[in-house]
């Protein structure tokens, strides 16, 4: 990968400070005073890329997000400050099919190092259903068999591919809510940090170490948590879970479709009410950007509780937790309550 290096002056210092903090300066590596001349400009899409920026990036890197907190990233539109600040970036980790927005304009930045993280691990279909038992439980081996060097592009995930979140049986794109694939992609980001930067490669790999461990432990208590539940279908208003459904041995039904702006149609309405019953479903998830309207008026007329089983596109005050982490600890929480498991 060709290294672009920084020139570690006022000017350029000056730029982040002008052209990237203005943004979501939600990064916690980013310093106040615009200090930033000598770390490695990161820009983010979303937070699941944030996230990874910064637990693998630490203190050498200055994290952008994209998408400031709140806001439904599949809807994002980007100011002509924000597509300059891409340009400007040593590094962009973004997630295609996400964010067409970005996706288009990375491709125009000229950036040299952009890592698309769909090309760090493998990708699906899933549609409103998700079975665990249709399609097995695929295990660590994903990270040797399908672990990238430096975020180039594997062949199977041509520009044709599908990553157009859901739509023509595309492949979805929600890969962060499975740890093990997370975990994938965060070797392959970290791989790519130590090309990028390689002065600091031996503190990329250690962290990249540290969070794959972290994210190891956390498919660990997933599996633990959710081995006996009383039910195994959980109903949903956005189909964020198939990963999760998959890895875990769960039937996600989805309300609507992958796209969360998606209206149900009266049929899957009424299927909704006829699974609710077969399966047991005690609960209907919402999540915390979108609204929940639909799930309390489904739940109304099936006698079913809501609960927040959040995507983790975004951290804000209403999140059940400060981080990726902490996160996905509550969403393990709410599934067993209304799995009924132990």
């Known amino acids: 990968m060709n290294v672009r290096r920084l020139i570690p002056t006022t000017a350029v210092a000056g730029a982040v400070v002008l052209g990237l903090t203005a943004l979501s300066a939600c990064s916690t590596s980013d310093s106040a005073d615009g200090g930033n001349g000598d770390k490695l400009k990161v820009t983010a899409s979303f937070y699941p890329m944030q996230f990874l920026a910064e637990k693998i990036g630490g203190e050498h890197v200055a994290v952008t997000s994209l998408t400031k907190p709140g806001v439904e990233p599949h809807d994002l539109e980007l100011t002509p400050r924000q597509i300059g600040s891409i340009s400007e970036s ?4 973004y997630l295609k099919g996400i964010q067409p927005a970005v996706d288009d304009a990375i491709k125009q930045s000229g950036v040299r190092n952009t890592v698309d993280a769909a090309t760090l691990t493998t990708l699906e279909n899933h549609g409103s259903e998700v079975s665990g038992h249709d399609h097995g439980h695929e295990g660590e081996e994903h990270a ?3 672990g990238h060097e430096g975020g180039e ?11 157009n979140h859901g739509e023509e049986g595309g492949a979805d794109p929600h890969i962060w809510l499975d740890p093990v694939k997370y975990a994938e992609v965060a070797k392959g980001v970290g791989k790519s940090l130590e090309q990028a930067d390689p002065d600091h490669a031996a503190d990329y790999k250690k962290n990249t170490d540290a969070l794959v461990a972290e994210l190891g432990e956390l498919n660990t208590a997933y599996e633990t948590g959710l081995k006996n539940p009383s039910t195994r279908t959980f109903i949903t208003t956005h189909s964020a879970f198939g990963y999760l459904a998959e890895r875990y041995g769960l039937t996600q039904q989805g309300i609507a479709g992958i796209d969360p702006e998606a209206e149900p149609s009266p049929a899957r309405i009424q299927e909704i009410h006829t699974i ?20 309390k008026t489904l739940a109304k007329d099936t006698g079913l509780k809501t609960g927040v089983l959040d995507p983790l596109e975004g951290i804000t005050e209403k999140s059940q937790g400060a981080d990726y982490i902490e996160v996905m600890e509550s969403n393990l929480a709410a599934l067993q309550k209304a799995l009924g498991a132990k």
């Open 90 to 93: 040593d590094y962009v980790l």
């Open 144 to 146: 040797e068999e399908h």
């Open 153 to 163: 592009a594997h062949e199977e995930h041509s520009e044709g591919d599908g990553h």
């Open 276 to 295: 609710a019953e077969k399966e047991k479903a005690t609960t209907v998830f919402f999540e915390t950007l979108a609204s929940d309207k639909t799930a």
